[in-house]
Structure formats: C-alpha cells, structure tokens
C-alpha cells in the first residue's frame, strides 16, 4: 500500500539519506542518471499540471519505467499522499547514491551568489 511504500521512503532517508531523495529537482536529476528504483508522485502534481509541466511529468513516469524502475502515485485524499504532497509532491527511492559532483554543481551556484555579495561588498 501506499503508507508502506512512503514508510520505506521515510525508513531510507532517515538511515542513508544518500539513497532516498525528495523535491522535484533532485527527482528529475536522479531519474536522468538512472538512478530511481521506485518514483513517488503525488496526483496533485498529475492533475495540477498542464503543458510542457505535465509532459515533463510523463516523460519522468517513462524513463523510471526504461529504466526498469517503478512510479507509484499518491493520492491526496489520503494522509500518505498528503504528506507526499506537504514535501513538494516528488521523492524517490534510489538504487544508488548520485554522485558527489551533483552536490558540487549546487554548491558552486550558491558559492557563486556569494561571490556575487563579495563583490558588492567591495565597490
């Protein structure tokens, strides 16, 4: 069921988080690297997007399944799905860690932001 699947999700976050990852960005660059064992979605995201938002919805369903991977859609009428829904609406279940340079990639936008305050800070 849906509460036993978000369980696990919860269960791997909490003991490697490195294996478990939520929001829509971080989804979307696991499935890229074939990452996702199992994509959770809310149906809020379904039934709330439209045009290229939806496809990309589409397309993120496809290549989990290419992958040999799975999607599981969370209902929001109940509490598992609510709480999906509460963490953006996207988590996924990973086979392994992504690669640190995905973290470093982040990190260099933030660092280039500060950067960016340095040099203000200068003038």
């Known amino acids: 069921t849906d509460e036993i699947i978000l369980t696990r999700f919860f269960n791997i976050l909490a003991e490697n988080n ?22 959770l979605l809310s149906d809020r995201i379904l039934r709330k997007s439209v045009g290229e938002e939806r496809q990309q919805c589409i397309n993120l369903m496809r290549k989990v399944k290419q992958a040999n991977g799975k999607t599981s859609i969370f209902s929001d009428m109940h509490t598992s799905g609510e709480q999906l829904t509460k963490m953006g609406g996207y988590a996924s279940i990973l086979r392994y860690p992504l690669p640190d340079d995905d973290i470093e990639e982040e990190d260099d936008d933030s660092q280039s932001n500060t950067s960016d305050d340095d040099d203000e800070e200068e003038e």
């Open 18 to 39: 490195d294996k478990a990852t939520y929001g829509k960005k971080h989804c979307i660059r696991a499935v890229e690297l074939g990452a996702v064992e199992l994509l």
